[in-house]
């Protein structure tokens, strides 16, 4: 009658329900999986959505050269990522920032005690901000971590390989905050528009099961109210240096990072807390939904491989010294406060520091791979296999960028071919 998931959750509600409760979830979700109430939208590509178009719209690259019109239109590879949070709730947060927490509690999850993971709404919502365009910018990659503390939205962000230099462009931090409080902007007045159809009932078991349907995938941008846009877009907090984007994950990870929700509790690093390793688990399930980005991949293995480290005595033995200081209950003591620091820092120098210098390598690894490939394979076209001296005239020309480019340079890929052009077009006279 029920599909296995379905199963599997009304046993956990027979183990700490009682059987009256279990009869109304119960029918109530057979009503919502029969009738299609939540009928999940597994399409969401952004071919067939409205889509966040920010200020301008993503130029078409031209098909060859003949289509070129007017100034002369460059290649150049430019990506960068960037993280973008929503900030903390207090006494003074608009209602547009308490809206936006209330939404993300009941669809992504709060991250508190039996907190059940969002992959299906994780998936949704990164696919929606994939794809995204401001200006001359396009969203290549998407991860999100939601919890009890924090909403983090990390994007891979690329220029548009054509463009006119004489255009109007966009600053790419301000291009990544756009983009992420348009979408959640959208998310939520669909989600106003739609209480009540579903009612305080659905969304108090929401708020307990990954449900689908609970992404908008249509939501459009275009019926937002400017102030309320504006208002959130400048409450967000956003990083674009690869080192403090990565340092923060593995901080978070290691259990080593502030709590934004509560600025006024010193940092308690208590590794041997299960309470605080409740972390690697929304990690993981982070990890997984943005598996099929590599930077994300790249930035959350980290992570992962920080928050390990920042646990394992082996690895670490300074954190012996705080076996049996966990502070969980009634009966178990904190660490004293300069034992822990001294431990932490340890942590951080042996453990978390490496973690982060591997990530930043590898994601410069990663750009510069595409670029060389792009590069190499653009140059080979411009000489013949069988012409051993223009060989020799492009792999020296290469030589300079490609080094940049493994630096983590920035690369003009249309100034190089062009110098390479003008090189060969001269032996030639």
Not at 88 to 108: N, Y
Not at 326 to 354: M, T
Request: glycine letters at 4%.
């Amino acid at each position: 009658m029920y599909p296995p998931r379905m199963k599997r959750i009304l046993v956990g509600m027979f183990l700490c329900s009682s059987p009256g409760v279990i009869m109304m979830i119960s029918l109530v979700f057979f009503k919502i999986t029969a009738c299609g109430a939540f009928a999940p939208s597994y399409d969401l590509k952004w071919a067939n959505n409205a889509k966040i178009n920010c200020a301008f719209s993503v130029k078409a690259a031209p098909q060859n050269d003949t289509e070129i019109d007017g100034p002369k239109i460059e290649t150049r590879n430019s990506s960068s990522i960037h993280l973008i949070s929503l900030p903390p709730l207090s006494e003074s947060s608009s209602k547009i920032i308490r809206d936006v927490w209330k939404w993300k509690d009941i669809v992504l999850g709060d991250g508190r005690d039996f907190f059940v993971p969002r992959p299906r709404a994780l998936t949704s919502l990164s696919d929606i901000v994939v794809g995204s365009s401001c200006g001359n910018y396009v969203v290549q990659e998407c991860a999100i971590l939601s919890n009890c503390a924090r909403l983090d939205i990390l994007i891979a962000l690329s220029r548009n390989e054509f463009f006119e230099p004489d255009g109007e462009t966009c600053e790419h931090t301000k291009v990544a905050k756009t983009i992420i409080s348009s979408c959640l902007n959208a998310q939520l007045l669909s989600f106003q528009a739609q209480r009540s159809k579903r009612g305080e009932f659905i969304e108090g078991v929401s708020s307990f099961f990954d449900l689908p349907g609970m992404i908008d995938a249509s939501a459009n941008a275009k019926d937002l109210d400017s102030l309320t846009f504006e208002t959130l877009e400048s409450s967000l907090s956003s990083e674009s240096e690869i080192h403090a984007i990565t340092r923060h994950f593995c901080f978070v990870a290691a259990g080593l990072a502030p709590r934004s929700s509560r600025p006024d509790r010193p940092i308690l690093f208590r590794p041997f807390s299960s309470r605080d390793a409740h972390i690697m688990l929304q990690l993981k399930r982070t990890a997984e939904v943005a598996s099929v980005y590599p930077q994300m991949k790249i930035v959350l293995d980290s992570a992962l491989s920080a928050g390990k480290g920042a646990r394992d005595p082996k690895q670490c033995p300074a954190l012996l010294r705080l076996k049996g200081f966990d502070g969980e209950g009634k009966y178990s003591q904190a660490a004293p406060p300069q034992l822990a620091k001294e431990v932490s820092d340890v942590v951080i120098s042996s453990v978390v520091e490496p973690a982060v210098e591997r990530s930043v390598e590898r994601i410069k690894a990663f750009k510069a791979s595409s670029t060389i490939t792009a590069l190499r394979q653009q140059a080979a076209q411009l000489c013949n296999d069988s012409d051993e001296e223009a060989g020799k005239i492009v792999r020296a020309l290469l030589h300079k960028p490609t080094m940049k480019a493994r630096e983590g340079g920035d690369v003009d890929i249309q100034q190089v071919l062009d110098r390479i052009k003008l090189e060969l077009s001269n032996r030639q006279r």
